[in-house]
């Protein structure tokens, strides 16, 4: 136990000390690491008989958390850029739908990049329609929603379509890299450009600075209009590849793939330590926060909990961590 | 004397039924610092934000070195060389010191494809950042720090520092000094004879008539958005300057100040 200790105090040592400095955000984007550790932690104690650390199931929580982690990547901009996006399950939908119909005519090439399109031209009408005329992306995004969801449920009247292309399905899902599912191969790719993009690119920096104060990105000659939009465009297109993943993954389109996703999409995002109101970003904290909605899903199931139980359960601990994640920390 | 750097000619910009520009000309002259003075409301900034490409002018032109140019926006201002530092700031809290020094002027790297794709070259930045602040004497805890953790004072030497360190040709400082010390404000002053000695044309916007004894060169007063007067600061006292900035007296036209029943 004193072995232990002695590292855990020195990691939380150093995360104070951060803290203190108030460096790039401070304490709150430790926060998801810590939560991350110690919901694992307690899984793993108390689901040891049951496997919920067997490499099986570790997949398996990897496979579940991939489309929701590249939705967060995405979202991750949108609310970095004060925007945000609601239609993004709604566009997985559609994404999925168009990527069967176009993959059984045109192959697994032209299914995937028809259905990434989808998202572009969804990220461009939500982007536009907020800048030009003005309207709060919520409200833009709320509509879009309610449009997508009707055209993916008129696609195929309801029905599922099969995608029968073994090559999308292996790339986009039921493969593996090794033990490694194409899945979670998928999710670091756009993990690795999320993060490249916000952190080490201009157009990242500015779509934070657009996020934090707009007049000021304004005056300072940013054309935030294009800015905004392109964030919006780029949630739209992470959700449109979340959807080409899902797709492979049950080698079906169908009208209400990741229609559920979109408030668990939002709590990873803010877990993960981006603010909801735009300026700070976390694409590390929004994959961690992705992973560990995914492991309170598996880890509750494991438990034998009622879906009703398992509801509020994933309730509290998203409210509990994004309390934590939100809280400045007190010194000054 | 050579042609201004910056020739205002009639400018008017209103808000809805407020007149907040009314025919307002001015020039800057390079190597000279003008006061822009006048009570809230009278339209100083405004004028500056109108020079800063953040507001479009209703009528009347522009004209720099010469030529007369439309500022669509702050991007086309500062390709003019016209460099600003508002009121409210400008600063983006949560970026660090270097990154709102060069916001929107970014140095990259990786040749022309990393330009093109906008590739950071953080560590230059920073370098830089820090080489400019200590050559116009500005002492800051740290470079890395979101600049909304800084105080005031602090946060208001970056915008001027950026100011500064970019500005060409003409910069527009509206009231630099407001949120500053003492010794942080006589800094400030400084800052402006540096500038003024490398023959940038200076607008200083301020309410403290001192300063405008220190370091300006002129006087232009601005009263319901008009100019009702322009002196040599050297020829008039502050009393004077006071006086024209409560329009109890003008150098205009007397054509030009509205009735008002009260005798000048």
């Known amino acids: 136990m004193k072995a232990v200790g002695k590292p855990l105090r020195a990691v939380a040592g150093s995360i104070r000390s951060r803290a203190r400095q108030g460096d790039d955000g401070g304490f709150r984007q430790y926060v998801v690491y810590l939560a991350f550790v110690s919901i694992l932690a307690v899984f793993a104690l108390f689901l040891w008989d049951d496997g919920f650390l067997s490499t099986s199931n570790l997949l398996n929580i990897g496979r579940q958390a991939a489309p929701i982690a590249v939705m967060a990547v995405g979202m991750a901009f949108a609310l970095a850029s004060a925007e945000i996006d609601l239609s993004v399950g709604s566009t997985v939908a559609l994404s999925s739908l168009v990527a069967a119909v176009v993959v059984g005519d045109h192959g697994f090439l032209a299914g995937a990049a028809a259905a990434v399109a989808t998202g572009v031209v969804v990220g461009l009408f939500n982007g536009l329609i907020t800048v030009k005329v003005r309207i709060p992306s919520f409200l833009v995004t709320l509509g879009t929603l309610g449009i997508i969801s009707g055209i993916a449920r008129n696609v195929n009247n309801l029905q599922s379509m099969p995608i029968r292309d073994d090559t999308f399905s292996a790339l986009f899902g039921a493969g593996s890299l090794g033990p490694v599912s194409s899945l979670v191969v998928w999710t670091i790719i756009v993990f690795a450009l999320g993060h490249f993009a916000l952190h080490h690119l201009r157009w990242g920096r500015h779509v934070l600075a657009t996020g934090a104060n707009r007049e000021s990105a304004n005056a300072s000659g940013l054309n935030t209009d294009r800015i905004r939009v392109s964030a919006l465009v780029a949630s739209a297109t992470a959700a449109a590849f979340a959807g080409v993943l899902l797709a492979g993954r049950l080698a079906i389109g169908r009208h209400d793939l990741g229609e559920n996703d979109l408030l668990t999409v939002i709590a990873a995002v803010v877990i993960g330590g981006t603010s909801l109101f735009g300026g700070r970003a976390s694409i590390a904290g929004a994959v961690t926060g992705a992973v560990i909605m995914a492991m309170l899903n598996n880890g509750l199931i494991l438990m034998g909990l009622e879906v009703a139980d398992q509801l509020i359960a994933r309730g509290v601990i998203i409210i509990l961590a994004v309390a934590l994640s939100m809280r400045a920390p007190q010194e000054s | ?264």
């Open chain 2, 1 to 264: 004397m050579t042609a201004p750097a910056l020739e205002v000619r009639n400018l008017s910009k209103a808000f809805r039924a407020v007149q907040a520009l009314d025919g307002v000309s001015l020039d800057l002259h390079r190597g000279r610092v003008t006061a822009l003075l006048g009570d809230n409301g009278a339209g100083k900034s405004t004028l500056v934000k109108c020079l800063a490409g953040i507001y479009q002018p209703d009528s009347g032109t522009i004209s720099i070195d010469g030529a007369e140019h439309r500022i669509s926006s702050p991007d086309v201002a500062r390709s003019l060389g016209v460099e600003s530092v508002h009121q409210d700031l400008s600063l983006i809290d949560t970026l660090n010191v270097a990154e709102n020094l060069f916001l929107n002027r970014e140095y990259t790297r990786g040749g022309w494809f990393g330009s093109r794709l906008g590739l950071l070259h953080k560590r230059r930045m920073q370098e830089e950042c820090g080489e400019t602040l200590a050559r116009l004497g500005i002492a800051l805890p740290s470079l890395r720090k979101p600049v909304g953790l800084l105080s005031g004072g602090q946060r208001q030497a970056i915008a001027i520092g950026r100011a500064v360190a970019w500005g060409q040709r003409i910069v527009l400082l509206d009231e630099p000094a407001a949120a500053l010390g003492v010794e942080q404000a006589r800094r400030v002053l400084d800052l402006i004879r540096t500038l003024r000695d490398a023959n940038v044309a200076v607008l200083l916007i301020t309410h403290n008539m001192d300063r405008v004894t220190a370091v300006c060169d002129t006087a232009v007063v601005l009263r319901r958005g008009r100019k009702t007067a322009e002196a040599d600061v050297s020829r008039v006292t502050q009393d004077d300057l006071v006086a024209f900035i409560t329009g109890a007296r003008t150098t205009e036209s007397p054509a030009r100040e509205p009735q008002r029943g009260l005798s000048r």
